[in-house]
């Protein structure tokens, strides 16, 4: 894992629809690292997933956001995407008249189709079944947050934010999962991997918290992983506020 930080945010927050989404969140990425963002479902991950992307209507309502220690907290989506970052997980791909060989590898590069293959075969999908067929609704939602995955690797982006689903629908077994990012890795690509599943999660060299849009805890994963075991799943009211603490935490060895 290197020293260099990639990813940088001081005092995000964001306010939608009245709603006050994520509240003061500092996070640190270092580059080549995983770091995992875990959190119950509506906790922010996805939120704050779409801010650093700077998806629309997803403008921070306060605070900075920095990538190699350039402020791109007002750069578009494609501003960013130029300089290295991708999102992928969340939002299964689907796009009517493109193949999946032409999604996965945009562009005419000579080994455009054996980059499309490998890729298709890094998420266990077989290549010659997938390359032609189209990204549309005739795809099952699991087969299409694979393909984007398989986008995600054959781009070979400096910083992958990589947003699990919460909604169950099956995409990768874990050993599956813990490979692919550790070849992601071993490329140059740092990775920011949310999620709801602890033993996800625990997969990263640091993991952070979130609960009610608050980073709550961080630290070494296995101790994330437990915090939230214990003490986050069986919790109902999430009433974290800014400047709070967990109100669990001082049980905590």
Same mark, same amino acid.
Request: proline share 4%.
């Given at each position: 894992?290197?020293?260099?930080?990639?990813?940088?945010?001081?005092?995000?927050?964001?306010?939608?629809?009245?709603?006050?989404?994520?509240?003061?969140?500092?996070?640190?990425?270092?580059?080549?690292?995983?770091?995992?963002?875990?959190?119950?479902?509506?906790?922010?991950?996805?939120?704050?997933?779409?801010?650093?992307?700077?998806?629309?209507?997803?403008?921070?309502?306060?605070?900075?956001?920095?990538?190699?220690?350039?402020?791109?907290?007002?750069?578009?989506?494609?501003?960013?995407?130029?300089?290295?970052?991708?999102?992928?997980?969340?939002?299964?791909?689907?796009?009517?008249?493109?193949?999946?060989? =032409?999604?996965?590898?945009?562009? &005419?590069?000579?080994?455009? !189709?054996?980059?499309?293959? #490998?890729?298709?075969?890094? @998420? +266990? %999908?077989?290549?010659?079944?997938?390359?032609?067929?189209?990204?549309?609704?005739?795809?099952?939602?699991?087969?299409?947050?694979?393909?984007?995955?398989?986008?995600?690797?054959?781009?070979?982006?400096?910083?992958?934010?990589?947003?699990?689903?919460?909604?169950?629908? =099956?995409?990768?077994?874990?050993? &599956?999962?813990?490979?692919? !990012?550790?070849?992601?890795? #071993?490329?140059?690509?740092? @990775? +920011? %991997?949310?999620?709801?599943?602890?033993?996800?999660?625990?997969?990263?060299?640091?993991?952070?918290?979130?609960?009610?849009?608050?980073?709550?805890?961080?630290?070494?994963?296995?101790?994330?992983?437990?915090?939230?075991?214990?003490?986050?799943?069986?919790?109902?009211?999430?009433?974290?506020?800014?400047?709070?603490?967990?109100?669990?935490?001082?049980?905590?060895?």
């Amino acid at each position: 894992m290197g020293d260099k930080e990639m990813l940088r945010t001081e005092h995000l927050s964001l306010v939608r629809e009245g709603r006050h989404i994520l509240k003061d969140i500092s996070l640190s990425v270092a580059a080549g690292s995983v770091h995992s963002v875990l959190g119950s479902n509506a906790a922010g991950k996805s939120s704050l997933a779409a801010a650093l992307m700077g998806c629309h209507d997803y403008a921070p309502t306060s605070g900075s956001i920095f990538f190699l220690n350039t402020d791109i907290t007002n750069l578009s989506i494609s501003q960013r995407a130029k300089m290295g970052l991708t999102l992928a997980w969340q939002e299964p791909a689907r796009f009517e008249g493109l193949t999946v060989g =032409d999604y996965v590898t945009v562009g &005419n590069g000579a080994d455009r !189709i054996m980059r499309a293959r #490998e890729a298709l075969a890094k @998420v +266990l %999908l077989t290549p010659e079944e997938y390359l032609l067929r189209p990204v549309d609704k005739t795809l099952s939602g699991g087969e299409r947050k694979r393909i984007e995955l398989a986008g995600v690797f054959a781009m070979k982006p400096r910083l992958a934010i990589l947003d699990e689903p919460d909604s169950g629908i =099956d995409i990768l077994a874990l050993d &599956n999962i813990v490979q692919l !990012i550790r070849e992601l890795k #071993e490329r140059g690509t740092t @990775v +920011l %991997l949310i999620t709801h599943r602890e033993e996800v999660a625990e997969i990263a060299d640091r993991s952070s918290l979130i609960c009610s849009g608050c980073i709550v805890k961080e630290g070494n994963p296995p101790e994330v992983g437990r915090y939230f075991r214990e003490k986050c799943v069986p919790c109902v009211t999430k009433t974290c506020e800014t400047g709070e603490r967990h109100q669990n935490e001082e049980s905590v060895p």
